[in-house]
């Protein structure tokens, strides 16, 4: 089963960029890489996902890297409602989560 | 369309009992996962279900188990209750399970919150 390995915390100013690392490097070829978010008392809530390519999405970027051992999360202008854990799984058979990054916008 | 939806929000059972917990997913979702979350384990994968059969298993005792109906509504039981089993419970659907499935996101409820006593 694929795991994966994120920073427990991160700070980021309210405005600027939040880059948010994970390396997955046990991941299998045809398994995505998903990035969720949870906020206090409440369920996880899906950001974005990708296999190979770079994605983007309303609410994010994905950076995958060309041999998909790593990737980053990239919030383009992170607010104070971005405060967050931030999830990295790589989703195929048994579904794990890691310990996730714990990010704190700050104004 | 509505979301994933968990009842009861929140649970008090006392150690010894059994406790039935319930998860509606989204409309036309086929697969649910259920996920136990403690401050000290993080987020760990308990069971998923796909079309009324078990298709994976982490690594829990044998007194949680869990099923799924026709209509693919889910429910997770836990038996003989200890205090370490309090914990927030979280379900989650998707569309599918096998290979589509691997590009279908979980959508989550907000959780049951089960206090052993």
């Known amino acids: 089963d694929a795991k994966t390995t994120q920073p427990p915390s991160m700070d980021c100013a309210e405005g600027r960029a939040a880059n948010l690392p994970c390396n997955h490097s046990t991941i299998s070829g045809n398994e995505y890489v998903y990035w969720y978010r949870q906020i206090h008392s409440q369920g996880p809530q899906y950001i974005i996902h990708?296999?190979?390519n770079n994605e983007t999405n309303e609410m994010a970027s994905l950076i995958i890297t060309e041999d998909r051992k790593s990737s980053t999360l990239i919030l383009p202008h992170a607010t104070l409602r971005d405060t967050a854990v931030y999830y990295c799984?790589?989703?195929?058979?048994?579904?794990?989560f890691g310990q996730g990054t714990e990010l704190s916008v700050k104004p | 369309k509505a979301g994933v939806t968990q009842t009861p929000r929140y649970l008090i059972k006392t150690r010894g009992q059994q406790v039935t917990l319930s998860c509606s997913p989204i409309s036309g979702h086929r697969s649910v996962s259920w996920y136990q979350q403690t401050p000290g384990q993080g987020l760990q994968f308990l069971f998923e279900y796909f079309s009324e059969t078990q298709r994976n298993k982490g690594n829990f005792p044998g007194r949680f188990s869990g099923r799924q109906f026709s209509n693919s509504r889910s429910e997770m039981n836990v038996s003989t209750l200890e205090l370490g089993d309090s914990a927030l419970y979280l379900c989650?659907?998707?569309?599918?399970?096998?290979?589509?499935?691997?590009?279908?996101?979980?959508?989550f409820g907000n959780g049951t919150r089960l206090t052993v006593t």
């Open positions: 799984t790589s989703q195929g058979g048994k579904l794990i």
């Open positions: 989650a659907s998707s569309l599918g399970r096998g290979q589509r499935s691997y590009n279908s996101p979980l959508h």
């Open positions: 990708g296999l190979k």
